[in-house]
């Protein structure tokens, strides 16, 4: 059982490259969302879609592009890292967006230098 | 908007002992639910155990359970028997129950326990 993948787990980036964090589910739910985990602060939503197509801006959009083009994939795409967006990125996904649980990715460590 | 607090950055238990964890929040909705994941330093999240705002009963899990308090938006987590492979970073987080923001969780800022022998 696959559930919520993330890749890479790892990444480092210069100030001013763009990259695409991508995040999988094969688990068939509607709701995928992004958050960001900084220490001190816990997790943060960046962005979220409740299905294909569909996608709406969390509490810390900025920096940060979204798309929705099938039910499984979710790609989170920094547009031009700055070492503010050094952070653990985790993406998440439920069945439905009401009272289910989410289940999440491992996460991707990424270090904007 | 809604807020969770967790106002305990680190905690310490011994193995086999009792600890709870603190988690209050502020909202003025009616209808919720409330969480408790687990961290392990793998940084996988895990769901503990959830709690619907409209049931009184307090949500059990094996040696996890909750005290619920909504008039005095509580929701602090118990961990009986604890074992060292309980020791990870605790979040509380809130998830509305209105279909316009019921995506979105709210997470507290986390609580570190230590499972000492």
């Known amino acids: 059982n696959a559930g919520v993948t993330q890749t890479p787990k790892f990444q480092v980036l210069k100030t001013g490259q763009s990259m695409t964090l991508q995040c999988a589910q094969d688990?068939?739910?509607?709701?995928m969302s992004w958050y960001r985990q900084d220490p001190g602060m816990g997790l943060r939503l960046i962005h979220y879609?409740?299905?294909?197509?569909?996608?709406d801006q969390g509490e810390v959009p900025n920096g940060y592009n979204v798309s929705r083009s099938t039910t499984e994939d979710f790609p989170l795409r920094l547009l031009s890292a700055a070492p503010s967006q050094t952070s653990v990125y985790f993406c998440?996904?439920?069945?439905?967006?009401?009272?289910?649980?989410?289940?999440f990715g491992q996460g991707t460590r990424l270090t904007v230098v | 908007a809604q807020t969770v607090t967790q106002s305990q950055p680190e905690m310490s238990v011994q193995e086999a002992e009792t600890v709870t964890l603190s988690c209050t929040y502020d909202?003025?909705?009616?209808?919720?639910?409330l969480f408790w994941y687990k961290q392990p330093p793998s940084r996988q999240m895990i769901l503990v155990i959830r709690?619907?705002?409209?049931?009184?009963q307090n949500a059990t899990e094996n040696r996890f359970s909750v005290n619920f308090q909504k008039a005095a938006k509580s929701f602090s987590l118990k961990i009986s028997d604890s074992q060292l492979g309980d020791a990870a970073m605790y979040f509380c987080?809130?998830?509305?129950?209105?279909?316009?923001?019921?995506?979105?969780?709210?997470f507290g800022t986390g609580t570190r326990l230590q499972v000492t022998l």
């Open positions: 998440a996904s439920s069945l439905r967006v009401m009272n289910t649980e989410a289940f």
């Open positions: 688990m068939n739910h509607e709701y």
């Open positions: 879609s409740v299905g294909a197509g569909i996608t």
């Open positions: 909202t003025s909705e009616s209808d919720y639910y």
């Open positions: 709690q619907e705002a409209y049931k009184q």
């Open positions: 987080a809130y998830r509305s129950a209105s279909a316009g923001t019921a995506s979105k969780l709210t």
